[in-house]
């Protein structure tokens, strides 16, 4: 358990708090003196004298405004609206304190986490709570019946809108926070000293800019109690090293099984510890796993195309698999972004007549349609991405800590204001949580493959038209894919929302399974079947019909986890059983352990020049790996752009 900041006032030696409390308020002039300097300095090299509005919040509240002031009646309306609200609950509360119980007028929402503490029982606290939802709930509805807002504004003012009420929330504040109150009078406020040093120490952490600490990182090494399923790195490229784990059955599935990632994040996700690990679960079903663990890019790979990702990724893995198992054919796992590579991957194979490379594939919460692209919509369109490029373009990168606060958004109560509250205002350290450590692991985005992506997919949204995009000179064309197709998606993914998911799933001509999870882009996947955490229920329906609500209505409804069901999927593509494989007992040697050093390479850990895989035995496989590419782009195999 990791040792609170908070300390009983009344149990301190006379004199000892005082020094205590010195010694806390000279370590924060100090920190103080040096952020502010450094916050200036990076904000001056960030924007110069450009307007930092990237995402254009300023303008699209403008718009609002205006829309609201045309209609003056609405806008009295809606005033009178919240007023009324108010009005009944203070006769509500009324009738709570004389002893009754009425009816809420508003409930918090479906895991709300923020008012659970017994003290906010206490019927003025109580009364604040409630009144700051009722004003919440008012806010957001009057918002929302604004007429006249283009899609992509009304998109902005409603996710922004929520993240200002989310910051007003009662919770964030010392003396609407009974918890927080409680605390700080026990301890005579050093619990607000701790805190503010605590945040002064994250500010200068990320060099001006709030990089909230949401765990204790020294809790966790990669390899001994997260990213612990055995395995070797057998190959690599300059972007991915690949990782063959050790089989845990004497038997195995003829055709192996390639994970792909996003490389937004770690891969690690689906190895946690071996009681959530997907990993580990696979290969106890008799499976050869293999996983892509992509490295971490910096300038040097600036120019990296989505081309590379491709020839370099999965393409040059299913190779890399060949020579390891002698199998030609695998099956496929595609995770978020890296679903979307998977199916462009499918895509190119279709193109060359080499469809039989893969025998079935699997796409876990990926998008592949973005008409529909759900809340990360909100920072993605024309303006903002000619915004990204000018800031991507001297470093030859997107910052990871970017990508991450971006994300850390889509659920600001939880990966926000909760360790606000907790670190600032109670002056606590946050406790080892493996998968906020994953969380924390952030990765960059090469400038040219990440605007080519954003451009191609979330603006043009060209990979589902029909020939939309080229890629390594082969034009895409997903319906003349006919591989065998699981799709798995989750009711409350933010991230891929799974009607849009589902509007990808009808973009290939193979059979199609669509099964629906639950929970959310995480939790919904990292779900097994046993235990605690096997606490969700999916959705099946044989029949993939035009609309995606249609489908649910009609579909049988499972309690449990849905690996059991893709368990049963996967078994009719594994083929015969053969004798299990260990890794190295092929034509690929091992390079070194699994995770490999590309996964332990952190950012918040690291020095931005020290180099993610050796020079020795990896980087010659890394060579060997180009020449193979660059061989095989010669005789016309891979065509390189």
Request: glycine letters at 6%; hydrophobic letters at 40%.
């Amino acid at each position: 358990m990791t040792k609170q900041n908070t300390t009983d006032a009344s149990s301190t030696p006379a004199g000892s708090g005082n020094e205590e409390i010195a010694r806390v308020l000279s370590e924060i002039a100090m920190r103080s003196d040096h952020i502010v300097k450094t916050h200036f300095a990076e904000q001056a090299k960030k924007f110069g004298d450009e307007n930092p509005d990237e995402i254009g919040v300023g303008k699209a509240f403008t718009n609002l405004a205006t829309q609201m002031m045309s209609d003056p009646f609405k806008l009295a309306a809606a005033s009178m609206k919240m007023w009324q609200s108010q009005f009944e609950l203070w006769q509500a509360s009324m009738n709570k304190l004389a002893g009754n119980e009425p009816q809420p007028l508003v409930k918090p929402a479906k895991g709300e986490n923020r008012f659970r503490h017994e003290l906010w029982d206490n019927w003025l606290f109580d009364y604040i709570k409630d009144a700051y939802l009722v004003a919440a709930q008012d806010v957001q509805n009057t918002v929302a019946e604004v007429d006249g807002l283009d899609k992509q504004t009304a998109r902005k003012v409603k996710f922004f809108t929520k993240q200002y009420i989310d910051a007003l929330s009662p919770s964030n504040f010392v003396l609407t926070n009974p918890q927080v109150l409680k605390a700080t009078i026990d301890s005579g406020g050093k619990n607000l000293l701790d805190g503010l040093n605590n945040m002064l120490q994250d500010v200068d952490r990320g060099k001006g800019q709030l990089a909230i600490k949401m765990t204790d990182n020294k809790a966790f090494k990669m390899g001994e109690n997260v990213a612990t399923t055995p395995g070797k790195v057998v190959f690599q490229t300059e972007l991915m090293q690949l990782i063959q784990y050790t089989p845990s059955t004497p038997d195995v599935y003829k055709t192996p099984l390639l994970i792909v990632p996003p490389w937004i994040n770690k891969y690690y996700i689906l190895d946690l510890r071996r009681s959530n690990s997907f990993i580990k679960w696979a290969v106890d079903q008799g499976i050869t796993v293999f996983v892509i663990s992509w490295v971490n890019p910096d300038e040097r790979l600036a120019a990296k195309t989505f081309d590379d990702y491709m020839t370099e990724g999965p393409l040059a893995a299913l190779d890399a698999i060949e020579k390891a198992t002698g199998e030609k054919s695998a099956n496929l796992i595609g995770y978020c972004l890296g679903g979307t590579l998977t199916a462009a991957t499918l895509g190119w194979l279709a193109a060359k007549k080499k469809s039989k490379r893969v025998k079935s594939t699997t796409f876990f919460t990926a998008l592949i349609d973005f008409e529909e692209p759900g809340e990360l919509g909100v920072f993605v369109d024309k303006d903002v991405l000619a915004n990204l490029e000018k800031r991507m373009k001297e470093r030859g990168y997107l910052e990871g800590s970017e990508m991450a606060t971006t994300f850390n958004l889509l659920r600001a109560n939880d990966l926000i204001w909760s360790f606000v509250v907790n670190n600032y205002l109670l002056g606590k350290e946050p406790l080892p949580f493996d998968l906020l450590y994953w969380n924390s692991d952030a990765t960059r985005m090469p400038a040219r493959m990440h605007t080519y992506y954003l451009r191609n997919m979330y603006i043009d949204n060209k990979l589902r038209e029909p020939c939309g995009i080229s890629l390594a000179d082969e034009a895409i064309d997903l319906s003349k894919v006919e591989t065998p197709i699981y799709f798995i998606s989750t009711l409350e993914d933010h991230i891929a929302p799974w009607k849009s998911t589902y509007a990808g799933a009808k973009l290939f001509n193979g059979p199609v399974r669509f099964v629906l999870g639950g929970s959310g882009h995480i939790a919904g996947i990292v779900n097994p079947p046993a235990g605690e955490k096997s606490k969700y229920w999916y959705w099946t329906n044989p029949e993939i019909v035009d609309d995606a609500e249609e489908w649910l209505n009609s579909a049988e409804k499972h309690p449990g986890s849905w690996w059991s069901d893709w368990a049963e999927w996967i078994g009719k593509h594994g083929g015969d059983k053969v004798p299990a494989r260990k890794p190295g007992d092929g034509k690929l040697k091992v390079i070194e352990d699994a995770p490999g050093s590309a996964a332990k390479f952190r950012l918040d850990a690291q020095a931005d020049s020290e180099p993610q895989m050796k020079k020795s035995a990896p980087a010659k496989a890394a060579r060997t790996g180009k020449k193979a590419l660059d061989a095989k782009a010669k005789s016309g195999k891979i065509t390189k752009t």
